[in-house]
């Protein structure tokens, strides 16, 4: 395991990254720099870093393994100013979620033989090092995109540092990386907000629509409440291969459309069809950028302390409830109370009582 890791930038991934480090390697030496210095004097507080930069200086020389933290537009800024600083064997990565901008950067500065990119895929819908923990990373895939000059060893390194965090490593090239998470993360935050637009411009003057939202709405719009700031930089970062994409969803939307104004049900049919049957063929088990709902529904009687009875069950057993709330629109079966949890185990220990209690629960 590295012995001495570098953190420029230390928000909810950066921190998560080095107390998954902590937690697993206690002796490691942990040396950060972010620009809000009181965050990291929290960080020291807590152990976590050893020691905390005023800049990028002749320190980060001593480290085996530098993490790029900070927002993607700024990552490669801060590669020049490392250039001069780093050693033979040190490794460079990043936790940005596309590459293509980093590598072509790396590239430019001859650098490729110390670089290697990465993207833990999880995350929180909270932000900052205080959000961060030592588990975040834990069951998501860790995608590593290697230089052309990258050698197996550096790569094990890095593959092993994804490993000691709990992740899933996956190698592949920065440019199949930047198409894969384009058509799977990047065009549905697209899609979401569009159609979070399109229901606000649509709507009654009584807000009809709004007031019904639920079920499937809600379920596919969800990652809409994102970062307007961080998907801006996403996109602005993965241009080509988002449009590339958003080019072939508007062909299938055109598609959809001639079958509807056609009348061609067997079209209509297929579309159904084969998504549910792709669809399903998807593990129900996250590992990717949006942080996993841990959550059930409860078909329960709406009278006076049916809630509380529900909530005593569970902290007998302590078991600790992230959220609880009614489900006003239960189109797709869900049960009237939607229950979230903090992780899985919680989950499915909440899951096992309320059984017991003879509750009709729903997957949600």
Not at 5 to 33: E, H, N, Q, T
Not at 194 to 220: E, R, T
Not at 257 to 269: F, I, K, N, T
Request: charged fraction near 20%.
């Amino acid at each position: 395991m590295e012995s001495i890791v570098g953190f420029i930038g230390f928000g909810l991934i950066g921190g998560s990254i080095a107390r998954g480090l902590k937690r697993s390697c206690p002796d490691i030496r942990i040396m950060a720099y972010m620009r809000t210095r009181s965050k990291l004097e929290q960080a020291f507080k807590e152990g976590v870093v050893d020691e905390i930069l005023d800049g990028v200086d002749e320190r980060l020389s001593s480290c085996t393994m530098i993490f790029l933290c900070t927002p993607v537009e700024y990552n490669a800024s801060y590669l020049s100013s490392l250039k001069p600083l780093i050693r033979p064997g040190t490794i460079i990565t990043d936790v940005g979620s596309t590459k293509t901008s980093i590598h072509q950067a790396v590239s430019a500065l001859s650098m490729g033989s110390f670089f290697i990119g990465g993207h833990p895929m999880a995350g929180s819908e909270k932000t900052g090092y205080e959000n961060s923990t030592d588990h975040l990373l834990e069951n998501a895939y860790y995608m590593i995109t290697p230089s052309p000059e990258s050698t197996d060893e550096q790569i094990g390194r890095l593959v092993a540092v994804a490993e000691a965090l709990g992740s899933i490593p996956k190698v592949i090239s920065y440019q199949e990386h930047d198409m894969a998470v384009a058509a799977i993360s990047h065009l549905p935050h697209i899609v979401a907000s569009s159609l979070v637009n399109l229901v606000h411009d649509s709507d009654s003057q009584d807000g009809i629509m709004k007031q019904i939202a639920a079920g499937g709405f809600k379920d596919i719009t969800r990652i809409a409440s994102a970062s307007p700031e961080m998907w801006e930089q996403i996109c602005m970062t993965n241009t080509p291969n988002i449009s590339d994409m958003l080019k072939r969803y508007i062909h299938s939307l055109e598609q959809v459309l001639e079958a509807l104004q056609a009348g061609d049900s067997q079209a209509v049919y297929r579309l159904f069809e084969d998504s549910r049957s792709y669809r399903n063929s998807i593990s129900d088990i996250s590992r990717g950028a949006i942080e996993p709902e841990y959550a059930f529904s409860v078909d329960i009687v709406d009278e006076v302390g049916s809630i509380s009875t529900l909530s005593v069950i569970l902290a007998a057993k302590g078991i600790s409830i992230k959220n609880i709330g009614i489900n006003h629109n239960r189109e797709h079966g869900e049960g009237a109370l939607r229950i979230s949890f903090y992780d899985e185990a919680s989950m499915e220990a909440a899951w096992k009582q309320l059984t017991h209690y003879k509750y009709e629960l729903m997957k949600i």
